[in-house]
């Protein structure tokens, strides 16, 4: 039996992983993703358990390199995306990202933004960072990814205040661009803040302990 | 005082080695690949450090770029990557050994317990 489900994450960290948890546990296994369509077959409730792992902060062979890692360890491994653009023969600029992972090519590591692990059940926690250290570096990668979010929103909304810029459009569409938007910033900051408050309190452990 | 004095110092040297890394290391005193050093290292500190595979995949890159260790074999071939310990990571090790050694027979001395 196979499910075909239609699904985009804003939050796609913990709301994916703690969704496709929640269909393990009703007994879906994930078979493939696609960029908002998923693909499960039925398995025993609770038999497998997922992670989301945030790698565009990797270069595209970096990333790949710590794939088939990941899959050495026994688990199975999924590319999965953060944007909704359907384009080939692109490059992007990703600011927040290290070394040539600011360089983000389509086909490459474009679209493929996230790992989605699965693994048995057997009990133990799926933690895949388990030192302070690489916690603190692991959350710092997507905290600056929304930083720069953030950052380009913002752009975004101071230019819908430039007089000129939007002047081929009708007055509705400016306010509705206006509050769309600041909606969506806004939304990033806050989870901006979440995270930086996360390292912080990370960082404040890692004076004493390890 | 005297303490932080030392605690400054040991930082600037490069002392001490965090354990995942030191762990890490312990396991690669034989070819390991990445699963292989996750069970001895849950085995051998009778499962109190469980390491997750991002943690190591970064320890493991860590020690390549320190060349502390070395690929085995050849790279060529799909299978599991394997790795060793190199003369540097030797010295390491052993360096740290040798410091942890002293805060061990410090605190037998001020705790108390075993003779040294």
Redesign the interface.
Known sequence: MTKVVLRYFFDFMEGQEKWLNRMAHKGYRLKRCGRMVYLFESCQPNEYEYAV?FVADKSYSKSKD?RQ??E????RTFTKNINLNFSLGKVRWRPYARGMGQIATSPGGFNRELLILEKKRDG?PF?????L??LI??YRAFRNSYFWAVICLLGLFAATFVPGIFAYSSALWRYVAKILVGVLAASFIISTIKYSMIIGGLKKESRTN? | MIEGVILIRDNIKGGALTETTFLVLLAFYKPNHGYGIMQFIERETNGRVVLGAGTLYGAINTLLKKKWIMPVGNENIKNKKEYIITDIGRKAAEEERKRIGEIWRLATKIIGGETV
Do not use: I, R
Request: a negative charge; proline letters at 0%; aromatic letters at 16%.
């Open positions: 792992e710590y890692f990941l050495d360890m026994g688990f133990k933690q895949l960072h388990t030192d250290d690489d570096s692991s390890e």
